[in-house]
């Protein structure tokens, strides 16, 4: 198999894999671009590609905001259950849910005005 002869003039680094247009510049100025250093032996320092643009059109406005945001849980976010029951003036608790009653129809509208004052929006 041929394998490529290297030119003795050349530096070790040359048979490496071709550079990105931005990495050109690196390897003008010193004769390994491995080693970043310019002709005066001093350090340069590297300007990233990544990012040249931000997206912020995700962030303009608070709805939007709100709607991509990761993790929040707020009152807003909460449903109070409420388990109904025939009759008037009944209070039943559940067994299984400790805290929990079923409640009767009058009862409802006195438990949605407890939600709406503790700000849970729904029932």
Same mark, same amino acid.
């Given at each position: 198999?041929?394998?490529?002869?290297?030119?003795? %003039?050349? *530096?070790?680094? &040359?048979?490496?894999? @071709?550079?990105?247009?931005?990495? $050109?510049?690196?390897? !003008?100025?010193?004769?390994?671009?491995?080693?970043?250093?310019?002709?005066?032996?001093?350090?340069?320092?590297? %300007?990233? *590609?990544?990012? &040249?643009?931000?997206? @912020?059109?995700?962030?303009?406005? $608070?709805?939007?905001? !709100?709607?991509?945001?990761?993790?929040?849980?707020?009152?807003?976010?909460?449903?109070?259950?409420?388990?109904?029951?025939?009759?008037?003036?009944?209070?039943?608790?559940?067994?299984?849910?400790?805290?929990?009653?079923?409640?009767?129809?009058?009862?409802?509208?006195?438990?949605?005005?407890?939600?709406?004052?503790?700000?849970?929006?729904?029932?």
């Amino acid at each position: 198999e041929d394998m490529p002869v290297q030119d003795p %003039s050349l *530096p070790a680094c &040359a048979l490496e894999a @071709r550079a990105f247009p931005w990495q $050109a510049e690196a390897k !003008a100025a010193s004769p390994c671009h491995k080693c970043r250093a310019s002709p005066g032996g001093q350090m340069r320092p590297i %300007s990233a *590609p990544y990012p &040249a643009a931000r997206f @912020r059109r995700l962030r303009r406005t $608070a709805s939007l905001r !709100a709607l991509t945001q990761e993790n929040h849980l707020s009152v807003g976010d909460l449903i109070w259950p409420v388990f109904v029951r025939d009759g008037t003036k009944v209070e039943e608790p559940i067994a299984s849910m400790p805290g929990v009653n079923r409640i009767s129809i009058d009862n409802v509208v006195r438990a949605a005005e407890q939600a709406a004052s503790l700000g849970i929006p729904a029932i």
